[in-house]
Every structure is written in C-alpha cells, then in structure tokens.
C-alpha cells in the first residue's frame, strides 16, 4: 500500500548484531544447544573437519555465542558457511545499504554511525560485508571523502556477487554514479549495461527488480539531460527512458522517479502546465512513501517551475 516501503515494516531497525543474537537465532531454530551441533555436525560432514563429538561442538558453539563483536574463529566460518546469516538480518543490512531506503534519508553522521554497529563480525564476517561496504561508501561519498569511498566501493565490489543479484546492481548503480560524477562516462555507461544484464537475474524478486530498474533509467537519463560540455541536451531521448519506467502504487519511489524525471523533460521542453502537474505528483508519490528527501527534490523542482508571484 502506498506509505509503505519495500522491505521496511515500521519497527526499528536492530542495533547490531552480535554472536550471541545470531547463535540464538539459530539455536531456537533448531530446538536448542544439542540440535544445533548436531546439525552443524550433519550439514559439515564430508566438507570441512567438524569435530565428530556433539558435546564439543556443542561447546565451541557456546563459547561463539560470548564472542559478541569478537572474530567468529573456526566455529564462526563454519556456522556462517553452512546456515548463512538470519533473514531479518538481510533484510536490515540491505535497509541501511540501499539508496532507495528511507534510511538514507536520515543525517550522514547517524547513518554512519548506525552502519559501523554492523561494520563488525558476524556481519562483517559474512555475505553482508557488501551491503555495509556500500552503505558506508555512499555515506563517505556525500561527506565529500571521495578517498574512502573509492576504498569502500572496491571492497563492495569484491563481495557483492556472493551478497547476490540486488547488492550487485547497488554497487554497480553507485559506481556508475561515481564515475559520471570523475567525468568517466565510458566507464558509467559499461556498469550500465551490466546492471541490464543482471535485472535478468530470476533471483531477483519484482519489487527489487523495479527500483533498480528505475534507479538504473534515472542514470542512463541524466547522460542525456546533463550532457558533457560541447554535447547538446537529448531531451526526448530522456523522456523515452523516464517513459520506460514500471510504475506501481506499492513502490512510491518508483513512482516518484518517473514523475519526477518526466517534469523536469517537459518542463524544459517547454510544456510548464504538463511539468507543474507531473512534479506534483512526483511529490505526492514522495509523500507517500515518506520519502523525505525525494519530496524535497520534487518541491525544489516545482518551485523552479511555477515560482512565487
């Protein structure tokens, strides 16, 4: 429903995520200490050397369970190579990440902080290293430490095909965006193509699928709307891509995106009653979704457009 956002259910977000919270998680899962080693033990057999005595696993998983921040050892790669990291985990490590999120509308200072609670082990010993690499690249990026951002967007890189399909379109759409930012257009429209191939991906679901889709149209537009100097402006080639975006009332931003984008085309194009109508809508879809920050860019746009008398 709109006023929703995808992946986000209301409730605060975790702090962190310490050893003790993830053994839990799966330990109860499981039906406590005992079933958990023995499944630890069944799920290892014939892959890594796991002690063969539950009860010694069964202490080891103990003993990682007090570890809070620490390095998970031996019995942290194991636990994490054989039953991954808690769903809601995943689900807040992708929140905190992605630039569509509400979260990303919050000061830079209080969404660093946040994402350097999870910038430790389990989390950063697992497949969500990627996600916090992201986020904490685009956070660096906009406190203009262009430095960091760069180490922190290689390390993304690194990880983000086994973090799968969405942290990989994430990283990409930000390097492509970096890149257009140094000038490096070449370089942006490859990542572009890429990201083409990886919405392919059935692995992703629609509602992943449509975001990054938007977000990656949005990119490819401003090429065409912000050409290099010497370059003429392609306006109705940018309205074509703005015009390819799938709108649908649960996702606001994507509806957003493609009000937004077509206002400001026809605005500049000359049409102003057409642009006016569209960035209102852009900011009801903002509105909507509480997407603060991409309401304010919508009411910045209109007031360009129909200024005070």
């Given amino acids: 429903m709109p006023g929703q956002e995808t992946g986000h259910t209301g409730e605060a977000p975790p702090g962190d995520l310490p050893w003790s919270a993830y053994i839990a998680h799966f330990r109860e899962r499981c039906g406590g200490w005992a079933a958990l080693a023995d499944?630890?033990?069944?799920?290892?057999?014939?892959?890594?050397?796991?002690?063969?005595?539950?009860?010694s696993v069964e202490k080891g998983l103990r003993r990682l369970a007090q570890r809070e921040h620490k390095p998970g050892r031996d019995y942290g790669r194991w636990m994490l190579r054989f039953f991954g990291v808690p769903p809601d985990a995943e689900r807040w490590a992708r929140w905190i990440a992605q630039?569509?999120?509400?979260?990303?509308?919050?000061?830079s200072s209080l969404r660093l902080a946040q994402l350097r609670r999870w910038d430790q082990p389990p989390a950063s010993e697992s497949r969500?290293?990627?996600?916090?690499?992201?986020?904490?690249?685009?956070?660096?990026?906009?406190?203009g430490d262009d430095a960091g951002c760069r180490q922190r967007?290689?390390?993304?890189?690194?990880?983000a095909a086994h973090a799968g399909p969405a942290c990989e379109l994430e990283v990409m759409l930000f390097s492509a965006f970096f890149a257009t930012n140094e000038g490096r257009r070449d370089r942006s429209e490859a990542l572009?193509?890429?990201c083409d191939a990886r919405l392919a991906d059935p692995a992703l679901s629609r509602e992943d699928r449509l975001c990054y889709r938007a977000r990656l149209l949005v990119q490819r537009a401003y090429h065409r709307t912000k050409p290099l100097r010497g370059?003429?402006?392609?306006l109705l080639g940018a309205v074509a891509l703005f015009e390819q975006i799938?709108?649908?009332d649960e996702l606001p931003f994507v509806c957003f995106r493609r009000a937004a984008g077509l206002a400001y085309c026809h605005w500049q194009l000359g049409d102003v009653d057409r642009g006016v109508a569209l960035a209102r809508a852009a900011a009801?879809?903002?509105?909507?979704?509480?997407?603060?920050?991409?309401?304010?860019?919508?009411?910045?746009l209109l007031s360009r457009m129909a200024p005070e008398p």
């Fill in 39 to 55: 499944e630890l033990i069944r799920r290892a057999a014939g892959v890594v050397e796991v002690p063969s005595d539950p009860g």
């Fill in 99 to 107: 630039y569509h999120s509400r979260f990303a509308d919050l000061p």
């Fill in 128 to 143: 969500l290293a990627a996600w916090i690499d992201v986020g904490v690249a685009s956070v660096l990026s906009r406190q």
């Fill in 153 to 159: 967007l290689e390390r993304a890189a690194s990880g």
């Fill in 192 to 194: 572009f193509d890429a």
């Fill in 231 to 234: 370059e003429s402006a392609d």
């Fill in 246 to 248: 799938e709108t649908d």
């Fill in 284 to 300: 009801r879809h903002a509105g909507d979704g509480g997407l603060v920050r991409f309401r304010v860019m919508a009411l910045n």
